[in-house]
C-alpha cells in the first residue's frame, strides 16, 4: 500500500538557518504531493503541493519538488524564522482526495 | 468565507457512552472527510463522503464508528460504546470536487478524551 515517511523531530534550528525536511512516499500510481502546516494552536493549512513529477511547489519561501525517480519530496527554505515553528507534514493523495500523511516534523526555530 | 467549522472543540466523555462530532463544511465543497490525529502522529484517513454518499469507509477503525451526511453539507461521525483508546483529535476537511490534487480545508478538530 502507499506510505509516507519523514524525518523525525524536533529539528532545532537558529533563525536564518536554512531548513531542509526529508519526504519519501511508495505509490503504486502517480500521487500529487503535498505538505501540509500545523502552527501552534491553529488547525493543518496546507503550505505547497505538486502534482505530477518535476513539478515544483513553492510559497512563503518553502519549495519542494516532486522527484519520481527518488520518490522524495523534500521541504526547504533558506532562511527560517522564529513565526515558522510549527509542526511539517508530508502527504500524498492518488486518483481521489484521500490524503495519507507521515508522523510530521516540528521544528523549533530560535532567535 | 467561511472555513471549516467543528463542534464542540472539546468533548471528555466516559468509557462505554455514545458521542457526536459535528462537522460544517465550506458550502459548494462536495467532498468531505473524516481524519484522526493521534498525539505525535500524522493524521489518518477514517471516511470519505461524496456528496450524501460514503465513496469510502475503509478508513474506519469498527463497527462503533459511524458518519451520516443526510444533506451534501453538514457531517456527523458517531462512536458508540466509546473506549480510552479512541481518545484523539477528530479532523474534518473538505474539498470542492474531491480530486486528488485538489487542497483539502481542515477545520480546527475536536478534541475527544474518554475517561
Known amino acids: 500500500g502507499n506510505s509516507v515517511t519523514q524525518m523525525e523531530g524536533p529539528v532545532t534550528l537558529s533563525e536564518e538557518a536554512f531548513l531542509t525536511i526529508n519526504c519519501t512516499y511508495t505509490?503504486?500510481?502517480?500521487?500529487?504531493l503535498f505538505w501540509y502546516v500545523q502552527y501552534p494552536g491553529e488547525g493543518l493549512q496546507l503550505l505547497l503541493k505538486?502534482?505530477?513529477?518535476?513539478d515544483k511547489g513553492s510559497n512563503k519561501g518553502f519549495e519542494a519538488t516532486y522527484r519520481k525517480e527518488t520518490t522524495s519530496f523534500h521541504l526547504e527554505k533558506g532562511s527560517v524564522q522564529v513565526s515558522d515553528s510549527a509542526v511539517y507534514f508530508c502527504a500524498l493523495s492518488e486518483s481521489w482526495g484521500k490524503l495519507q500523511f507521515g508522523a510530521g516534523t516540528q521544528v523549533v526555530v530560535t532567535p | 468565507g467561511a472555513g471549516v467549522s467543528q463542534t464542540p472543540s472539546n468533548k471528555v466523555t466516559e468509557k462505554g457512552k455514545y458521542v457526536e462530532l459535528r462537522c460544517d463544511p465550506i458550502?459548494?465543497?462536495?467532498?468531505l472527510y473524516w481524519y484522526r490525529q493521534s498525539l505525535g502522529q500524522g493524521p489518518e484517513f477514517l471516511i470519505y463522503?461524496?456528496?450524501?454518499?460514503?465513496?469510502?469507509d475503509s478508513g474506519l477503525p469498527n463497527d462503533r464508528f459511524f458518519a451520516v451526511r443526510p444533506e451534501g453539507s453538514v457531517s456527523t461521525l458517531k462512536i458508540q460504546r466509546t473506549e480510552r483508546g479512541d481518545s484523539a483529535v477528530y479532523l474534518c476537511?473538505?474539498?470542492?470536487?474531491?480530486?486528488?490534487?485538489?487542497?483539502?480545508?481542515f477545520g480546527p478538530g475536536t478534541r475527544l478524551l474518554v475517561l
Open positions: 458550502s459548494g465543497h462536495t467532498a
Open positions: 505538486a502534482t505530477k513529477a518535476d
Open positions: 505509490a503504486t500510481g502517480y500521487p500529487s
Open positions: 476537511a473538505s474539498s470542492v470536487a474531491g480530486e486528488g490534487q485538489e487542497t483539502q480545508y
Open positions: 463522503f461524496q456528496g450524501t454518499g460514503a465513496a469510502d
